[in-house]
């Protein structure tokens, strides 16, 4: 359904240190950068880049949406908790500690350096 998703910063550097060491927990990798932004995709699948770190092209400052929030996918139980601990290491906030939810699915939730509320889930 969605080409890609981008997500704005107003500390590149910073947000890509967070993002780069969080999402190699997932096997997601930086496979481009430029000035303003950072690309990553699935190590298996290089150019296909599925998430984007980026100032804002109007020079105005990064905000996040009120009910607005990125899910990444996971591949365990122990992959959820993982990632999760590893964002609240890198400076994350909790926003909801790993656990089940809607009866089939294992969840957690934590808002990233910019305050995007962001999310990891695995199929149970």
Do not use: W
């Not at 009910?67 to 591949?75: H, K, Q, V």
């Amino acid at each position: 359904m969605f080409s890609f998703v981008t997500l704005g910063t107003n500390n590149l550097k910073k947000s890509k240190l967070f993002y780069d060491k969080l999402l190699a927990s997932i096997d997601i990798v930086k496979s481009e950068e430029e000035n303003s932004y950072v690309g990553y995709a699935k190590k298996n699948n290089l150019k296909k880049i599925q998430f984007y770190l980026m100032t804002p092209h109007n020079k105005k400052d990064a905000t996040f949406g009120n009910g607005t929030m990125i899910t990444f996918t996971a591949e365990s139980k122990e992959s959820v908790i993982n990632f999760y601990n590893l964002a609240l290491k890198l400076g994350g906030t909790d926003e909801g500690s790993p656990g089940p939810r809607h009866e089939e699915h294992f969840y957690a939730y934590f808002r990233d350096l910019d305050g995007n509320k962001i999310c990891i889930f695995c199929s149970d």
